[in-house]
């Protein structure tokens, strides 16, 4: 079984920064992918920035430019820092791992339990 923590929630006022961080435990002969999901009140959850395990990342457009995906293979963490944060940042983040639990199996999606992101203005 695969877990994910998350840390580094919180409050902050408009223009701040906030750094989060997610690591995995459990069996994982690799992790294709690593990622941030975000959802507000009354919204879907949507994508926030992904890494990819050949080094590539994906952003959401709202993000760009303000928002950092890094990941530590070694550590099986992956961060998020965030700056210039607006008050439409606000949201729960969850982070997201695409898991090859061992060589013969299929890639499996594990979800953290989400951490809140508020964003004063």
């Known amino acids: 079984q695969v877990q994910l923590v998350e840390s580094g929630g919180g409050l902050v006022q408009a223009g701040g920064s906030l750094r989060l961080s997610c690591a995995a435990s459990?069996?994982?002969?690799?992790?294709?992918?690593m990622g941030w999901y975000r959802q507000a009140p009354g919204k879907q959850r949507e994508v926030v920035a992904v890494?990819?395990?050949?080094?590539?990342?994906n952003y959401a457009d709202s993000v760009k430019g303000r928002f950092t995906i890094s990941r530590d293979n070694a550590k099986k963490t992956v961060y998020l820092q965030m700056n210039s944060l607006k008050p439409e940042d606000t949201a729960v983040y969850y982070c997201?791992?695409?898991?090859?639990?061992?060589?013969?199996?299929?890639?499996?999606?594990?979800w953290g339990q989400g951490t809140q992101v508020t964003v004063s203005s």
């Open positions: 459990g069996i994982t002969f690799s992790i294709p992918a």
């Open positions: 997201n791992a695409v898991v090859r639990p061992y060589y013969y199996s299929d890639n499996r999606d594990y």
């Open positions: 890494s990819h395990n050949g080094g590539s990342t």
